[in-house]
Nanobody, 112 residues
Framework: QVHLVESGGGLVQPGGSLRLSCAASGILFSDNAVAWFRQAPGKQRELVAYINSGGVTHYPDSVKGRFTISRDNAKNTVYLQMNSLKPEDTAVYYC??????WGQGTQVTVST
């Protein structure tokens, strides 16, 4: 059974940084594409970062240049480095293994 666990969320001031982690059990991240999504109150869940098994990444314009997805195969963990955070980045962030599993989510709040 595939299980994803996110961590690293919290409260940060505008302009600050956070690094989210997604640890997997029951599957190897190195063999699969992995994505990060977010969902703000009253809004649809949206993709914020994607990495395929070959290491190719994709970001929407809203986070391009500020967010970086990476993978540590030895730890079977995927990271989302978020820099220059804005209040509009406030959301619950979810790790996703396409067509397989979702994590439980971690809250990110960007506020003074």
């Amino acid at each position: 059974q595939v299980h994803l666990v996110e961590s690293g969320g919290g409260l940060v001031q505008p302009g600050g940084s956070l690094r989210l982690s997604c640890a997997a059990s029951g599957i190897l991240f190195s063999d699969n594409a992995v994505a990060w999504f977010r969902q703000a109150p009253g809004k649809q869940r949206e993709l914020v970062a994607y990495i395929n098994s070959g290491g190719v990444t994709h970001y929407p314009d809203s986070v391009k240049g500020r967010f970086t997805i990476s993978r540590d195969n030895a730890k079977n963990t995927v990271y989302l480095q978020m820099n220059s955070l804005k209040p509009e980045d406030t959301a619950v962030y979810y790790c996703n293994l396409p067509s397989r599993a979702w994590g439980q989510g971690t809250q990110v709040t960007v506020s003074t």
